[in-house]
């Protein structure tokens, strides 16, 4: 098999690493890199439990090669928050129960992330559709939605700190279910 020497940037920190012209990218970064957060589900880019951000896209990275991903920026779960500094998505799962197993979790945070850089106070139903790539076998997905809006909530203060708009509306948006 071809090997190739690729460098990947990942969470700000480069990596030079040789690797088979056939390795996914969710191998290189969990058993060459040990970037164990990014778990392996499906491998056919239908769970979403592998989702990373490259070069500031969502991609599954079961059905990215690592050469495919030669020089570009990887951005896992891990570099999200600290044990003791948690990022707002972070936050948000916690406090509205977004998890039961954890299994799918570090693939729905970066879906939720990438949620909030494209559109910072989305509706319920804007969520649900952003995440349609991921699947949770555990939570029934409520709490999931739950816990981005509350992410959205807590990073609105700091988009008007930073010269962002607020919105005139400060009330959750609602999908017509009842206020949690």
Same mark, same amino acid.
């Given at each position: 098999?071809?090997?190739?020497?690729?460098?990947?940037?990942?969470?700000?920190?480069?990596?030079?690493?040789?690797?088979?012209?056939?390795?996914?990218?969710?191998?290189?970064?969990?058993?060459?890199?040990?970037?164990?957060?990014?778990?392996?589900?499906?491998?056919?880019?239908?769970?979403?439990?592998?989702?990373?951000?490259?070069?500031?896209?969502? *991609?599954?990275?079961?059905?990215?090669?690592?050469?495919? =991903?030669?020089? %570009?920026?990887?951005?896992?779960?891990? /570099?999200?928050? @600290?044990?003791?500094?948690?990022?707002?998505?972070?936050?948000?799962?916690?406090?509205?129960?977004?998890?039961?197993?954890?299994?799918?979790?570090?693939?729905?945070?970066?879906?939720?992330?990438?949620?909030?850089?494209?559109?910072?106070?989305?509706?319920?139903?804007?969520?649900?559709?952003?995440?349609?790539?991921?699947?949770?076998?555990?939570?029934?997905?409520?709490?999931?939605?739950?816990? *981005?809006?509350?992410?959205?909530?807590?990073?609105?203060? =700091?988009?008007? %700190?930073?010269?962002?708009?607020?919105? /005139?509306?400060? @009330?959750?948006?609602?999908?017509?279910?009842?206020?949690?």
């Amino acid at each position: 098999m071809t090997e190739h020497d690729i460098t990947l940037t990942v969470n700000g920190v480069e990596h030079d690493l040789t690797v088979e012209s056939r390795t996914l990218l969710v191998h290189a970064l969990r058993d060459e890199l040990g970037y164990t957060g990014t778990n392996i589900g499906c491998e056919s880019s239908i769970c979403g439990t592998c989702t990373v951000h490259m070069d500031g896209e969502s *991609v599954k990275s079961c059905t990215a090669l690592a050469v495919q =991903a030669d020089g %570009a920026e990887i951005r896992t779960v891990e /570099d999200l928050g @600290t044990r003791h500094d948690f990022h707002p998505i972070q936050e948000g799962f916690q406090e509205e129960q977004g998890l039961q197993c954890g299994y799918c979790t570090p693939g729905m945070m970066m879906t939720a992330l990438d949620i909030l850089e494209e559109n910072p106070n989305p509706t319920r139903e804007e969520i649900r559709e952003g995440l349609e790539g991921n699947l949770c076998r555990c939570t029934g997905y409520q709490n999931i939605v739950n816990a *981005v809006q509350n992410a959205a909530e807590q990073l609105q203060p =700091a988009a008007v %700190a930073d010269g962002g708009d607020a919105d /005139d509306d400060p @009330t959750p948006a609602t999908d017509g279910g009842e206020e949690l």
